[in-house]
């Protein structure tokens, strides 16, 4: 008895927890109100409606937030492709995002999609958000240019151990802030395949010979653009064209 009264409280107060993150989420300023009407679909089990609503919040408020509620919506409707580039793009801007990053794994697993096979560059910009390595790479190099250059040479100071240091390590941290800025660049060509069976062509032309078929939300890599299409490689290690319809890069807001 002393147990289920025990469980009963804890059901309780994850209850009145709910409640209260969800009071708080829809009362939150700066939410617009199509993120409002989405997150009440999605709690009336009307996730196509919620999917609607979360697309329209995101054309005024992108965020990982809005990107990882999307796919959520999404994959529950049955839209396994849009998910997984959802959960994707929610990891573009915010790379350390554990929910959408959980999803991402689960939804993989369930597909039986393979991962990207990231360069190490790739991977070590994925530990700061993009627009973070062009500041700090573009942020260090001036600042070397200043202590090396500006400090002595323009404005006649003497040099001293603290200056050069500095600009040691100002130098530093530019060579590796510029490897993670590469890596963001050659991140902008992933891409996830939108709809199921995708034909993978043999040459960019409607009627070229089919490949194979790639299931929804296969990654690629996009190598080649040529007209309508993109030659791609896939996680799976499969090469050939896509059109360019069929294909939505990571780094996109379509």
Known sequence: MLNLLAQLSRNRALAVAG???????VAAPGQTAAFQKGLAAYTASDFAGA??????????????EGWRNLGNAQWQAGL????LLAWQRALWINPSDPNAAASLRFARQSAQLDEWPLRWWETYSLWLPPNTWTWLATACFWLTVALVFVWPVILGWRKSAWTQSLAAVAFGVWLLASAGAFGVHTRTALGVVRSPATPLRQ???QHAQVLTKLPAGEAARCRLSRGNYYYVRTGSGDSGWLEKSQLALIAGAD
């Open 203 to 205: 040459t960019p032309t």
């Open 51 to 64: 999917a609607q609503n979360f697309t329209e919040d995101l054309k005024h408020a992108p965020s990982a």
């Open 80 to 83: 396994a492709g849009p998910a």
């Open 19 to 25: 409640l209260i993150w969800l009071a708080a989420t």
